[in-house]
Nanobody
Framework: QVQLEESGGGLVQTGGSLRLSCAASGRSSFSNYAMAWFRQAPGKEREFVATVNWSGRSTYYADSVKGRFTISRDSAKNIVTLQMNDLRPQDTSIYYC????????????????????WGQGTQVTVSS
């Protein structure tokens, strides 16, 4: 049974930084899986934030976070992290870690429906 456990959320002022981590367990390897972060603010739909492909060599970001957030994975430990810098009030959301099988011949998906495993979410609040 795959489980994802997020950590690192919290309250930060505008311009500050936070680092989210997500530890995946329940499989011997996630080498064929993309790992991603999505977020959902109150009253809004869940939106894509960033993803890293099965090899860790390719990353993709939402335009709203490009240049401020960095996603990375430690495949040996099955951990994906999201370094968030220059945070803004509009980044306030619950952040979800997600893992999904990735066809190695295709790029990692930015669509939530393509990810079969989800964490419980961690709250990120950015005060103005």
């Amino acid at each position: 049974q795959v489980q994802l456990e997020e950590s690192g959320g919290g309250l930060v002022q505008t311009g500050g930084s936070l680092r989210l981590s997500c530890a995946a367990s329940g499989r011997s390897s996630f080498s064929n899986y993309a790992m991603a972060w999505f977020r959902q603010a109150p009253g809004k739909e869940r939106e894509f934030v960033a993803t890293v492909n099965w090899s860790g060599r390719s990353t993709y970001y939402a335009d709203s976070v490009k240049g401020r957030f960095t996603i990375s994975r430690d495949s040996a430990k099955n951990i994906v992290t999201l370094q968030m810098n220059d945070l803004r009030p509009q980044d306030t959301s619950i952040y979800y870690c997600a893992v999904g099988y990735q066809d190695p011949q295709r790029r990692a998906s930015t669509v939530a429906e393509d990810y079969g495993y989800w964490g419980q979410g961690t709250q990120v609040t950015v005060s103005s």
